[in-house]
């Protein structure tokens, strides 16, 4: 059984950065797909950002875009969420998901596992 343990949410000021990590214990995901999505309790969830297994292909929303960075460390079983000039509205609970398929299966909410997730709050 995977688990997905993400840290690094906090209180930040509206145009600072946070780095989330997305720790997988239980096996190895360097063969998976993984993204972040946004979801706070009776909301929608909302995709953020995803890369494929190698790395080599990174997808963001556009609320994403130009702001955020997606990166991957499958020796240390990591994904990480770089977020730049934050805004108010970035305000969400941050989740990590992953995938055996595809980056677009999991976009789309096909995800295989799934994380409790992070708190990220930005004041302005």
Not at 13 to 22: E, I, K, P
Not at 23 to 50: C, D, H, I, N
Request: proline letters at 2%.
């Amino acid at each position: 059984q995977v688990q997905l343990v993400e840290s690094g949410g906090g209180l930040v000021q509206a145009g600072g950065s946070l780095r989330l990590s997305c720790a997988a214990s239980g096996r190895t995901l360097r063969s998976y797909a993984m993204g972040w999505f946004r979801q706070a309790p009776g909301k929608e969830r909302e995709f953020v950002a995803a890369i494929s297994w190698s790395g080599g292909g990174t997808y963001y929303a556009d609320s994403a875009k130009g702001r955020f960075t997606i990166s991957r460390d499958n020796a240390k079983n990591t994904v990480y969420l770089q977020m730049n000039s934050l805004k108010p509205e970035d305000t969400d609970v941050y989740h990590c998901a992953a995938d055996s398929i595809s980056w677009e299966r999991l976009k789309f909410g096909g995800m295989e596992y799934w994380g409790k997730g992070t708190l990220v709050t930005v004041s302005s």
